[in-house]
């Protein structure tokens, strides 16, 4: 009796190396890089020389390669070049206006930032009174130290040698006495000594004036 034989025929040897080592670089062919289920990979068919790469994909290798950022599912961002997802924050265009405003984020025209949001910091225009006063920040300029601050300081009158300035400030001076005080307090004194060696307030304010020792005493 004849035996029949099984007929063979040359077939590729299977890889003993385990699952973990496959790298997609491993196949270099479209079908089996698509659907293979031992790694998660997918065909670059748009390269100049066709792979299989790994998916998710990653963009930033396709920086400045529009096609195949594109196709591969990428963003694709026109104003830099950048393959990636737009998400850029605005503080890297502080300094540029037109990158800043095509991103969508806010310019400050006063301080040349640019941020997500129209955030503003007073004391960023101490010393320039116009940027001060139409930042619409609620900004309030203060023209004797040259700042800009949050809100109106309420002026320190008693630190006012000057009558111009001491008016300026809201305050009320006191000509006799030489003295700055605020609008309703109470102008007065401590003590007539005060005006010792100093004739004409010692007397304009009640006191008493030893014109020998020039002492001005209380009465």
């Given at each position: 009796m004849q035996h029949l034989q099984k007929?063979?025929?040359?077939?590729?040897?299977?890889?003993?190396?385990?699952e973990s080592e496959l790298v997609?670089?491993?196949?270099?062919?479209k079908n089996s890089c698509d659907n293979t289920e031992l790694i998660s990979c997918i065909y670059n068919k748009w390269t100049d020389v066709p792979m299989c790469i790994d998916f998710p994909v990653d963009c930033s290798l396709y920086t400045?390669?529009?096609?195949?950022?594109?196709?591969?599912g990428c963003e694709w961002d026109k104003h830099t070049?950048?393959?990636?997802?737009?998400?850029?924050?605005?503080d890297l265009y502080h300094g540029d206006k037109s990158m800043c405003k095509k991103r969508g984020c806010i310019w400050n025209k006063f301080t040349e930032i640019c941020s997500m949001e129209w955030a503003i910091v007073c004391s960023d225009f101490n010393g320039d009174k116009k940027s001060?006063?139409?930042?619409?920040?609620?900004?309030?300029?203060?023209?004797?130290?040259?700042?800009?601050?949050?809100?109106?300081v309420i002026p320190e009158c008693h630190a006012y040698n000057d009558?111009?300035?001491?008016?300026?400030?809201?305050?009320a001076w006191n000509k006799i006495m030489s003295r700055c005080f605020y609008e309703d307090e109470e102008?007065?004194?401590?003590?007539?000594?005060e005006w010792n060696n100093?004739?004409?307030?010692?007397?304009?304010?009640?006191?008493?004036?030893?014109?020998?020792?020039?002492i001005c005493s209380d009465p």
């Amino acid at each position: 009796m004849q035996h029949l034989q099984k007929k063979t025929v040359d077939c590729p040897e299977e890889t003993d190396a385990p699952e973990s080592e496959l790298v997609c670089a491993d196949f270099d062919k479209k079908n089996s890089c698509d659907n293979t289920e031992l790694i998660s990979c997918i065909y670059n068919k748009w390269t100049d020389v066709p792979m299989c790469i790994d998916f998710p994909v990653d963009c930033s290798l396709y920086t400045d390669s529009k096609d195949e950022c594109k196709k591969l599912g990428c963003e694709w961002d026109k104003h830099t070049g950048n393959c990636g997802e737009l998400d850029a924050p605005c503080d890297l265009y502080h300094g540029d206006k037109s990158m800043c405003k095509k991103r969508g984020c806010i310019w400050n025209k006063f301080t040349e930032i640019c941020s997500m949001e129209w955030a503003i910091v007073c004391s960023d225009f101490n010393g320039d009174k116009k940027s001060c006063k139409n930042s619409n920040g609620g900004c309030v300029w203060q023209k004797f130290t040259e700042t800009c601050t949050d809100e109106e300081v309420i002026p320190e009158c008693h630190a006012y040698n000057d009558s111009t300035e001491c008016k300026q400030r809201g305050c009320a001076w006191n000509k006799i006495m030489s003295r700055c005080f605020y609008e309703d307090e109470e102008q007065t004194f401590e003590s007539c000594s005060e005006w010792n060696n100093n004739k004409s307030p010692c007397k304009k304010l009640d006191c008493v004036w030893d014109k020998k020792t020039e002492i001005c005493s209380d009465p």
